[in-house]
């Protein structure tokens, strides 16, 4: 990092803060800070919905995922748009009609308190932890590659998006989740370019497509059928349906982000452009992954990417062995690249005969270099027992910090940065809204101003924030405890998307039915994870379809558990009475 | 700034793009193309 780096990342952080901090400046009730006054124009909306999803690991991770496996991963997103139409046509005009401030309002309305709370508590835990881990992971990335200090990094990401996030609420995070989505913009189509002209001047741009495409990096589609395979076209169109109709129909941190629109219209408009644009986003990003692939093929390439986990080998009893395979490695890797020019030549001579053998050379020597980085994996993994030996987060930042030019390092940074306090703020934002509005003014049955529940909500995006962070910072001793928390967020998005199904489109189905439903689909999705294969974007589908089986299955059988409960709810200091039901 | 108020059953128009099923069709169209040219482009150089 030179001082232009440190110049354009400190600016970008700065005026991000100030910006958040001066667009929030005026919030004088619940209205204003957790519906930002419903303000937002249509392009506001979308960016904030696309910044809130993409956390910095997406762009760490992502480009790494292309270079190690190809640019299937761009299937997990197929089904998002479909889901984008689903939301605009129901649940948008739902919620807008019923003027709510959180998602889990309306199942109190439908069902009961019961089912209100157990949901609104699901999300709480579930995105409470996962926030803690999205200022986490790219924390851990930049300190590995940077040498800066982990707890450090963690309290400066933490306290920056706290600082505008609590003063300025749901205005402050909208309006900076834009900007934070033009520097991410920014930086990626700068890092493409870069990434292009970077490759040899004898190496054309259709010379690298061609060449990754011949070593397995350009599969963006695969259309069999395989439970076990995690991207392919079915399970990303139907697994990630579903994902994206819970995630965005349900969850908090995104509902709050339409709800902030306008008008109806507006806030369907920002979500149909997430459709639009979402897919093509995301193959983007892969295709950088495989251009420093590409790249990779003709400059110098470490064995194994994560700098800290090397050294420790490089200082343990196999660190002889270790370094034979990386000499082992850089003589393959110069083989390839003598083949790989020769094939290109070939092809540009018109010599096919020549070119197929030449592809056929570059295949088996590829075979060799993944034979032999693989063993230096399994070296990692023994040294280091902690370690899952691998380093696909490390990859694309390595390239960054190595070979971009100056400024440009502080831009990705500022990207990387950008895209994890714009996640983690509207997480912020959600949990207080949630704490708020669906338990502190649910249950305190005192007349407060709003005054003072502006000042709860604030207080208690400071408190989530705290607790992120503390978690943030133990995060690195949970170790595997870790990887489960990440894929927290499908083992509950089916079950809740279950509730919400059955609230927007089965009439007859009362609370009863809906709660123990809901508990045998959490069930059936734990069972999923503990004993089967099962790859984890279908215990999306497992968890709704169970849920909705159950209940639906109960109602129609008429048991005492699918009649209305005699004590049932029916107002909410929250939500005044609709002038009439649409269900 | 605030909506303009519509009577009740009536739904806003859109800002742009003439109704609804058009946009709603444009994001589906959009997504199958996108799956056919990934499709194409799988099959061209893989």
């Known amino acids: 990092m030179r001082g232009l780096d440190w110049l354009v990342l400190v600016a970008s952080l700065a ?6 901090v001066w667009k929030g400046r005026r919030n004088r009730d619940l209205n204003g800070y957790i519906l930002g006054d419903q303000s937002m124009r249509w392009y506001t909306v979308a960016f904030s919905i696309m910044a809130t999803q993409a956390s910095a690991i997406t762009f760490i991770s992502t480009p790494g995922q292309a270079y190690v496996d190809g640019m299937r991963f761009v299937q997990f997103y197929f089904g998002l748009p479909l889901a984008m139409v689903v939301l605009s046509v129901t649940v948008v005009p739902l919620y807008r009609r019923l003027k709510v401030y959180t998602a889990y309002e309306f199942l109190e309305r439908r069902f009961d308190v019961r089912v209100r709370s157990l949901a609104a508590l699901l999300f709480l835990v579930q995105r409470g932890l996962a926030c803690g881990l999205t200022i986490y992971a790219p924390a851990v990335v930049l300190s590995v590659l940077l040498g800066w200090n982990l707890y450090v990094t963690n309290l400066v990401i933490g306290a920056l998006v706290v600082v505008y996030t609590a003063s300025g609420g ?3 995070v909208s309006h900076t989740n834009f900007w934070q989505m033009v520097i991410i913009l920014g930086g990626l189509f700068t890092t493409l370019i870069i990434a292009v002209t970077l490759l040899p001047q004898n190496v054309s741009f259709g010379d690298a497509v061609h060449v990754a495409g011949l070593m397995g990096r350009l599969n963006a ?13 079915w399970s990303g169109l139907i697994g990630g349906f579903f994902l994206a109709l819970s995630y965005f129909g349900t969850d908090q941190s995104q509902v709050g982000r339409y709800l902030s629109g306008q008008s109806v219209a507006q806030s369907r408009i920002g979500l149909l452009f997430n459709g639009l644009v979402k897919v093509p986003m995301q193959f983007v990003i892969l295709f950088i992954g495989a251009m420093v692939f590409v790249f990779h093929q003709f400059n110098p390439t470490p064995i194994y990417f994560n700098p800290v986990e090397t050294r420790q080998v490089e200082t343990s009893v196999r660190a002889g062995e270790f370094h034979a395979l990386q000499e082992q490695y850089d003589h ?7 083949e790989i020019l020769a094939m290109l030549e070939a092809r540009r001579a018109g010599n096919e005969a020549a070119a197929v053998a030449g592809a056929k050379s570059v295949a088996e020597i590829q075979a060799d270099a993944l034979r032999t980085r693989e063993q230096a994996k399994e070296i990692v993994r023994q040294v280091n027992p902690r370690s899952d030996g ?5 990859i694309f930042l390595s390239f960054v910090l190595r070979y971009l030019p100056v400024g440009v390092v502080g831009l990705v940074l500022a990207m990387i940065f950008a895209a994890s ?8 934002n959600a949990l207080a809204s949630t704490t708020v509005v669906d338990f502190y003014r649910r ?3 005192r007349e407060r101003s709003e005054r003072h529940l502006v000042a709860v909500s604030k207080a208690a995006t400071v408190i989530w924030g705290g607790l992120a962070i503390l978690f943030a910072e133990y995060a690195n001793r949970l170790g595997s405890l870790v990887e489960a928390v990440n894929i927290l967020g499908s083992l509950f998005y089916g079950t809740i998307l279950g509730i919400f199904l059955l609230a927007f489109y089965f009439k007859p189905v009362r609370g009863n039915a809906v709660f123990l439903g809901a508990l045998i689909g959490e069930g059936a999705v734990i069972l999923c994870f503990t004993v089967t294969k099962i790859s984890f974007l279908w215990y999306n589908v497992v968890g709704c379809v169970v849920t909705i089986a159950v209940a639906v299955a109960i109602t129609v059988l008429g048991g005492r558990l699918g009649r209305p409960d005699p004590r049932k709810i029916t107002s909410s200091p929250s939500i005044p009475p609709p002038a009439s039901r649409s269900w | ?10 739904e806003e128009p859109p800002p742009f793009g003439g109704s609804w099923v058009i946009l709603y069709a444009l994001v589906l169209l959009n997504l199958a193309v996108m799956i056919l040219l990934f499709y194409a482009f799988t099959r061209a150089f893989s």
């Open chain 1, 15 to 20: 005026f991000i803060v100030a910006y958040g």
């Open chain 1, 170 to 172: 749901t205005k402050a």
């Open chain 1, 221 to 233: 589609i695969d259309f069999s059928f395989d439970w076990k395979n995690r991207y392919t076209f």
């Open chain 1, 332 to 338: 393959l890797s110069e083989a390839k690249q003598s």
């Open chain 1, 390 to 394: 691998n380093d696909v987060n490390y």
């Open chain 1, 421 to 428: 306090m714009s996640s983690t703020a509207s997480e912020l």
């Open chain 1, 443 to 445: 249950f305190d049955k």
């Open chain 2, 1 to 10: 700034m605030t909506a303009r108020r519509l009577p009740q059953g009536e």
